[in-house]
């Protein structure tokens, strides 16, 4: 029996240009193309009409070679940039029918700060080294709107405490962590608003073998706990292969495939998947 | 009339070779323009050119600026530092004032048009009819916390300031408290965030739903900014962690008796005890002289 999932997020047709733009940047680069440079006008395609919808409590994987345009994407749907034209609606705003990049800067605020989560490859994107650790979680819990130092603190360490970092360095400033404890402390503040949507690049590309195998454990156990939407992006097929349902496949700033993580691995279509997958097994 | 004098309202007393208030009027008028901007915006920091006084950049310059460019000859001037009508700093820019104006002084806070202030808020209530002009030296409340002026005017632009929230945060985890005791970070009108000026946490209610205009002055950071009449003033504070004022209870003023005002904590170096005695001079001189007449 089929049962009718929920759409928590859908993205369509999102392009990003770096440089002046001219009519014909979107048809003259992608993966046919051979490029993500508009052979006219010189303009760099980061994104060139992607289009996805990303279930409720699914992980979505990502996955393209560097320079694809993943982290454009991630950023754009952040709203760290500014996306060149498309659409994005998230279930939870609007009625789901609002395009939230044509929204005012307050209600994107809105949407960030109460919708989504974001981890970046670099921890200290994502946190301030000079906060407390509890404080980097605050400052997520601030931006939206909780203001009891007592309930802050008990989800602070709530939170510290899920992503394993020792309750005794909630007060000590993640300027002295481990990388692996920064992005743990990342992933906790991500999740303190309790997102209907993370988004998560690179996470693991950082850190030492042994330390990524652990926190990829705890993103899936993370998402089958709380059920969070995530788009996972990563150019490593072993990370997604690990944590993504469905999957994506990026070259030159567009989806080339897109289906069930096994099938893609499996029976992948494309020459381009082809030579990701076997270069990866 | 003398040649150098283009003001109308210039009175018989103003001695020859200034302006009226020292600044041309051409200045003057900058700076009110920029006031009104500062009035129609309140808490929102206006750039402004900050012309050149006779006295350095930072001592008091921006609201010297201020009050040249609102005062006219029916004005009745108090100045004090740090509630003192008497400290060096309030004598030479009274001193400047009068020089350039001829207008009449008074430590009075009520019989006061226009008071020009450093570090305090009078304790008497002031009126509609009245303007305080406080002197600024760090007009961005964001400074704490963001070193760039690109970014604070951006986290201005957006309201965002859950990063000043985060340092009142850390503070409490530190210190158990909000340490701030002077310029403690206040939003203006539910929209803009201040820097009060380092007037104790005493003073900062008082700018709030006040009948009178509070016009601020960084004449070393060329700023300008305002709390308009009836304008609410919030310290910002957790729900379990409120704002407060500075605890004086059980202690009484030396020289007035009084418990109800900001006191300085003085040293008694033969007794060994600490002292205190009310901040704001005029004040305290008042209520002492108001006892004497009794006690006739
Ligand atoms: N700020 C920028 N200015 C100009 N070009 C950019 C910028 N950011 C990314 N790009 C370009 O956009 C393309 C996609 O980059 P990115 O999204 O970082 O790819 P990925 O994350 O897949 O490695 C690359 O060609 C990159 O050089
Ligand atoms: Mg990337
Ligand atoms: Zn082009």
Redesign the pocket.
Known sequence: MAVEQEIVLTVRNLSKL?GPGCPDCLSLTGPEAGT?ICPRCHT?V?CNGVSFELESGEILGIV??????????VRCLYFDEDATSGECCFSAFGDGRANAFAQTSQARRYIRNHLLGIVYQNPLMGIKPHFTAGGNVAEKLLTADVYNVSAIRQRAAALLERTEVPLARMDDFPAHFSGGMQQRVQIAKALANNPPVLLL?EVTTGLDVSVQARVLDLIKEIQQDLGIAMLV?S?DLGVIRILADRTAV?QH?QVLEFGLTDQILEDPQHRYTQLLVHSTL | MSATVNSAATPARQPRGYNFAFLDENTKREIRRKLLKAVAIPGYQVPFASPELPIARGWGTGGLQITMAIIGPEDVLKVIDQGCDGSVNAVNIRNLLVKTTGVDTTFDTTAASIVQTRHRVPEEPMRADQILVLQVPIPEPLRYVEASEAKTREMHGEMDYSRMWVYLYENIVQYGEISIGARYPSLVNRRYLMDPSPIPRWDVPKLSMSPTLHLFGAGREKRIYAVPPHTLVEPLEFEDFRFRVEEFSGRSCLRCGATDTYMNELFDRVSGQKLYACSDSGYCDKRRAAQERRAD
């Open positions: 770096y993500n760099i980061a393209g070679e560097s320079g694809s345009g993943k982290s454009t994407l690049d992006v150019h990026m700033g």
